[in-house]
């Protein structure tokens, strides 16, 4: 089985029969075989499946970061595959977002600074106001002139996610966005992702190996071996956590 979800006219993103195969010869490792998922507009979907699954690749094929070897990838009406790397790279900066687990803040730059470095490289010369603006909405308005190590954890996060919406994207990719943060911190951030979804009227496409994480998604899909093997809506953490483990995660 490899596609979980119904039909819809418009699609937020779309994959159809995504391959991609990393290293070459004996060393090669097929890290998609033939995925097709669609993400409906203003969902939050969560990628689960045990290590080497596939999930990051996925994640990365399916907001423009990586090509596929075989297959398609659309976002809205967008096909990626015919696009040059110059036009994908506008498309990245002007209609997707990213949040990563590690912040990817620049460490000489004020949490302003950083909010903007997505229009700056896309060209503009954005007022301050919109860094203080986003920065508002994640909470961190009277942050905007920290430099991230006078930051916490959570307010890097904070700080990672007022620059994934400071362009405002139709959707946004998150690698692990709780994976270096404390419980409360987590939760703090797993709200604001949940409220770019609810409302924001955003498309948010999230993988995480946390149960907890998963369960504030619409959805969660579940690889392994490259290859969807599972879904599951409207979830809850210890149903998520049973599905992992039967997957042998």
Do not use: W, Y
Not at 55 to 70: H, I, S
Not at 163 to 185: I, K, M, Q, Y
Not at 211 to 218: T, W, Y
């Amino acid at each position: 089985m490899s596609n979980f979800s119904p039909p819809i006219s418009v699609s937020a993103v779309a994959l159809d029969r995504v391959s991609k195969t990393h290293g070459r010869g004996d060393s090669a490792v097929q890290a998609l075989d033939g995925v097709s998922l669609v993400f409906a507009p203003g969902t939050f979907t969560a990628i689960m499946g045990p290590s080497g699954s596939g999930k990051t690749t996925l994640l990365q094929c399916a907001a423009g970061l990586d090509r596929p070897d075989a297959g398609s990838v659309r976002i809205g009406t967008t096909d990626l595959t015919g696009l040059g790397e110059r036009r994908l790279a506008q498309l990245r900066r002007r209609r997707v977002g990213f949040v990563f687990q590690s912040f990817n803040l620049l460490p000489s730059l004020t949490a302003e600074q950083n909010t903007l470095l997505p229009l700056r490289l896309a060209g503009e010369r954005p007022r301050r106001r919109v860094a203080r603006a986003a920065l508002e909405r994640v909470g961190l308005g009277d942050r905007t002139r920290h430099l991230p190590a006078q930051l916490s954890g959570g307010q890097q996060q904070r700080v990672a996610i007022a620059r994934a919406l400071v362009a405002e994207p139709e959707v946004v990719f998150a690698d692990e966005p709780t994976g270096a943060l404390d419980t409360r911190s987590a939760r703090d951030a797993l709200a604001l992702l949940r409220g770019l979804v609810d409302d924001g009227g955003r498309t948010l496409v999230m993988v995480t190996h946390d149960a907890v994480a998963a369960a504030v998604a619409d959805r969660v899909v579940f690889l392994a071996d490259g290859r969807v093997v599972d879904e599951l809506c409207a979830p809850h953490a210890e149903t998520v956590a049973d599905r992992m483990t039967a997957l042998g995660a």
